[in-house]
């Protein structure tokens, strides 16, 4: 009898310029929740990439129920019972559930005992029956383009149940949840468990681990730094094990000091594509010197209200004022140039190109300019040096710096290039939506420092968050939407959390 499910010895890992996994040895029994705990780019995806057939390691070895093995392929990995959910799945969006759950593996039938046909029929009902098992709730015959990121995630899960795979690895699964998501997800990594499966959670978010993990591995800069067991472990141990120096998300600030009138909204109202109004006659203004936050349950219009502001979004009514100028009509190129600088929501649809390089998306906003470009030609000297400054300056970790591709680098290094090119804009108006979603404690430390210090710098900040002790630390104004309409402006320091809360859920009495 084995003493170890999964078993990965001495494993080491290099891409040009970096080693991802330096020597690194887990054990992990069977049955458990053990987590992974690193900053973005640490080397934990690569790691449990090795575990699931996508690279091969440099050196080392790994071992499943006692036996050594050599995982060529995701394919050979399922064989051995583990499955994958990544950090940006993998589905087809215009097939339905249960044509993404059965991709590969097609349940065949005979019509008339010899024309073979798909039985879809048979899919459908097995994964519903799966569904309601495993209390994941979904639809087998609704596309996946109509769903939302929860969804999406429990269709991956489903994926793995339906190819009955028992060593399960979640990739940064909350990196994109919301927190009533979140709650839903962990509850069914506990119930997973007490089905039996393992399960190795890919996270930096401590106090999630904390609620369902039973060990954590620590990783930094590609190496075990230890292995705790999480319950005889504080928090603010394995934030600064993880990170390598002490670190504290007290934000300190001074008072703000308001400065001229920087962004004016009036009666600003935003219908979806459906022509449902998202965003109902939303007034707000924000000062030089200010961090107006914008408090609220996911889904109540404040993500469509920076859009707008920022073009990626029509208006049917009302007006934006950025600096006394009307900029309601005008272009996403024309609101950059005015003054906007934008941390969008969604990084991967909005804020880079992924297919270009790290240098190239760092020039994204001013490549047209000089000394970025010269009659017409980019120059491609001027772009990596200033590209090589942000990297050093925001801590952006990437194999290849300037010339890694984008897509190649981890969720929370994509984000760190998104802030580093808008603030380097030096804009009178900075708007971040979620600006610190999936990133480590460590970024968000720094994230949040920097927001402050753009704030006494006397930029506006809009800040859009769905983490209400962000909400509650960063901003000085906060204005609580619900159902698309602003339930309350006030000073941050008048309001209690409990009062925000109440708001955010449509309590105003």
Known sequence: MYEYIVEMKNITKRFPGIVANDDITIQIKKGEIYAILGENGAGKSTLMSILFGMYEPDEGEIWIRGEKVKIQSPNHAAKLNIGMVHQHFKLVHNYTVA???????????????????????????????????????????????????????????????????????????????????????????QELRKAGKTIILITHK?????????????????????????????????????????????IEKKPPKFRDLVLEVDNLTVKNQDNFDVVKNVSFKIHGGEVFAIAGVSGNGQVEIADAIAGLTEISNGSIKLNGVDISNFSIRERTIEGISYIPEDRQAYGLILDFSLAENLALKDYYKDPFCEKGFLNKDVIDEYGNKLIEKYDIR???????????????????????????????????VQPTRGLDIGAIENIQKMIIEERDKGKAILLVSLELDEVMSVADTIGIIYNGEIQKIAPADTLTTKEVGEYMMGVTA
């Open 99 to 189: 044509e993404n759950i059965i991709l590969g593996i097609e349940p065949i039938k005979k019509l008339a005992g010899f024309i073979p046909y798909v039985d879809i029929k048979g899919a459908n009902k097995n994964i519903a029956d799966l569904s309601k098992k495993y209390g994941l709730q979904v639809d087998p015959s609704q596309k996946i383009e109509d769903m939302n990121v929860s969804l999406q995630q429990r269709v991956e899960i489903l994926k793995m149940l339906y190819r009955e795979a028992e060593i399960l690895i979640f990739d940064e699964p909350t990196a994109l949840l919301t927190p009533q998501e979140i709650d839903y997800l962990l509850n069914i990594i």
């Open 206 to 250: 401590l106090e999630e681990i904390k609620r369902v993990a039973d060990r954590c591995a620590i990783l930094r800069k590609g190496q075990l730094i230890d292995v705790l067991d999480v319950k005889e472990t504080s928090t603010k141990t394995m934030a600064n094990l993880m990170v390598g120096r002490e670190v504290s998300l007290e």
């Open 398 to 432: 990437s194999s290849l710096g300037i010339h890694t591709q984008v897509r190649q680098m981890s969720g929370g290094n994509q984000q760190k290039a998104i802030v580093a090119r808008e603030i380097e804009l030096d804009s009178p108006l900075m708007i971040f």
